[in-house]
């Protein structure tokens, strides 16, 4: 009922740039946290950055300083913005809220479908 739409990746040099969006869309309550995971061939999926309703947010090490993850809670989105990329950094990127339909209803994991981001020259 809840989708999750990514959008924002490609290919990127070095040290380049990119910008992240995932929009929720459906009947949705509320969504009480939205995040970043990120998965890289050979390696376990990587919880990249966070922010909850309260405005908590996290960031793994390897990204502090280098990505910042924002919410526009009017529009069920979140954005990150990737600074400074390197080659580590290509994975597939997915999108993941906990979402709430209704008031008082336990919140649910729904996931996007994907975004490649490739770092190369």
């Known amino acids: 009922q809840v989708q999750l739409v990514e959008s924002g990746g490609g290919l990127v040099q070095p040290e380049g740039s990119l910008r992240l969006s995932c929009a929720a869309s459906?009947?949705?309550?509320?969504?009480?946290?939205m995040g970043w995971y990120r998965q890289a061939p050979g390696k376990e999926r990587e919880l990249v950055a966070y922010?909850?309703?309260?405005?908590?947010?996290y960031y793994t090490l390897s990204v502090k300083g280098r990505f910042t993850i924002s919410r526009d809670n009017a529009k069920n989105t979140v954005y990150l913005q990737m600074n400074n990329l390197k080659p580590e950094d290509t994975a597939v990127y997915y999108c993941?809220?906990?979402?709430?339909?209704?008031?008082?209803?336990?919140?649910?994991?729904?996931w996007g479908q994907g975004t490649q981001v490739t770092v190369s020259s």
């Open positions: 993941n809220a906990e979402a709430q339909v209704t008031f008082g209803a336990s919140g649910y994991d729904v």
């Open positions: 459906g009947s949705i309550f509320s969504i009480n946290y």
């Open positions: 922010i909850t309703n309260g405005g908590s947010i």
